[in-house]
């Protein structure tokens, strides 16, 4: 997924170093604070914020039957809560007893609402600074006469225009001009990698935009850790519920969609072989896999201090697990086919599953393994 790997790995790290705590303080009320600005006189607004804050404390990051949330919404996707569960791993709900959490505003759209909430911590005492984790929107609307919580991507993109290709609907701003010719070629790649893989084709939604954050916004994300100050095609997918997201891009973006349909096939899969394997069949950020490896083998050519199997890359969106992963699969692939990429993705997740499947796939011991890489860059990269 291209969105910022390794930003994305920090942030759940630290929620991991986190979540002992976090689980041991579940009993905590969290008090969901308001904006000044806000006219909580208006009884509609009062409502709409009371709900939330009720379902905040009604253990959102389990799936239930919530009584909070629209049932439509709870009938038709799993997890139902969009925000939570997209791009963050673990949930995003996952912060809120370590945060403060504020209502920034709820305005009216048609006839929902849209709450926007920031999640933040204090800096050091009398810094009079704050940490922003993120800014989020969530919708509201009447349900039998009573408001329940819903996502706001639905609202958000309600003016967005819509295509269906073959098994993919293609949403996208109205100022873009629908491109039928790249959406059949997107088409017709999912066809061929079910019929590689023989599995089934599915229905997906593809949201995209020319800017990743223009879709965030759609999501729900006002604010989110990797926003900004990247050039080029990033994207994101939610694999339950058969959603993609991508920005600075067009009808094809195959990267996500190989992790769509082949993610929930090694549910235990070290993410190298995940990233690698899309990389290797759907390029990254609109460039394929040998592009990478020359790009970055350029880098490393000229800094043989740096161990290859962990380097952040030439820029930090670009980590080895896309180039470095990818170079592995092409590699297991010639040598065994798709069989052998089965068996990589068959190791587990942690890092000493990757080692293990280098040893036992290509015969390299992790003290080798610098080595070997950097000679199979040169290799790959020169031809």
């Known amino acids: ?19 002992p705590q976090l689980l041991h303080g579940q009993g905590s009320h969290i008090r969901v604070s308001i904006n000044s600005a806000v006219d909580t006189s208006q ?3 009062a409502s709409v914020i009371k709900l939330w804050e009720a379902y905040l404390n009604s253990n959102p990051d389990t799936l239930y039957d919530n009584p909070y949330w629209l049932t439509s919404e709870k009938e038709r996707f799993k997890p139902f809560d969009f925000i939570a569960h997209t791009w963050w791993g673990v949930s995003l709900y996952a912060w809120l007893l370590r945060c403060h959490t ?17 999640l933040y911590n204090s800096l050091p005492r009398d810094s009079g600074k704050v940490s ?3 800014i ?6 009447l349900e039998n006469g009573t408001y329940k919580l819903c996502n706001v991507l639905p609202i958000n993109t309600r003016h967005w225009e819509k295509e269906q290709v073959g098994s993919i609907k293609f949403v996208f701003p109205p ?13 017709q790649f999912i066809d061929s990698v079910a019929a590689v893989w023989q599995i089934t084709v599915v229905p997906i939604e593809y949201y995209f935009a020319d800017d990743i954050d223009r879709v965030a916004k759609a999501l729900g994300f006002d604010y989110w850790p990797a926003e ?22 067009n009808e094809w973006y195959p990267h996500e969609f190989v992790h769509l349909y082949i993610n929930p096939l090694f549910p235990i899969a070290h993410h190298y072989f995940l990233e690698g394997y899309a990389t ?34 030439v820029d930090m969106f670009t980590p080895a697990s896309y180039f470095i992963g990818g170079l592995l699969c092409k590699m297991a692939e010639e040598k065994g086919g798709l069989q052998l990429i089965r068996k990589l993705m068959s190791y587990g997740k942690e890092d000493e599953d990757l080692y293990r499947a280098i040893q036992e796939v290509f015969g390299v011991g992790k003290e080798d393994i610098n080595n070997f890489l950097r000679k199979k860059l040169t290799e790959y990269a020169t031809k």
């Not at 291209?2 to 979540?19: D, E, F, G, P, Q």
């Not at 100022?175 to 088409?187: K, P, S």
């Not at 950020?285 to 201090?305: A, F, M, S, T, V």
Request: charged share 20%.
């Open 136 to 141: 989020i929107q969530t919708g509201a609307r």
């Open 102 to 118: 504020t209502v920034l505003s709820v305005s009216k759209i048609g006839e929902s609402y849209i709450i926007r909430t920031m």
């Open 175 to 187: 100022d873009h001009v629908f491109n039928g010719t790249l959406a059949e070629r997107m088409n």
């Open 280 to 313: 290797l069949v759907g390029g990254s950020g609109g460039q394929d896999l040998l592009w990478h490896i020359r790009r970055n083998y350029e880098y490393l050519k000229d800094h043989p201090e740096i161990d290859v199997l962990t380097f952040k890359g």
């Open 132 to 134: 922003v984790v993120s």
């Open 43 to 45: 009884q509609e607004i």
């Open 228 to 249: 900004g100050n990247i050039i080029g095609p990033r994207g994101f997918m939610d694999s339950k519920n058969r959603i993609i997201y991508s920005g600075g891009s």
């Open 1 to 19: 997924m291209k969105v910022n790997h390794y930003m994305r790995r920090v942030v759940l790290i630290l929620i991991s170093l986190m979540l």
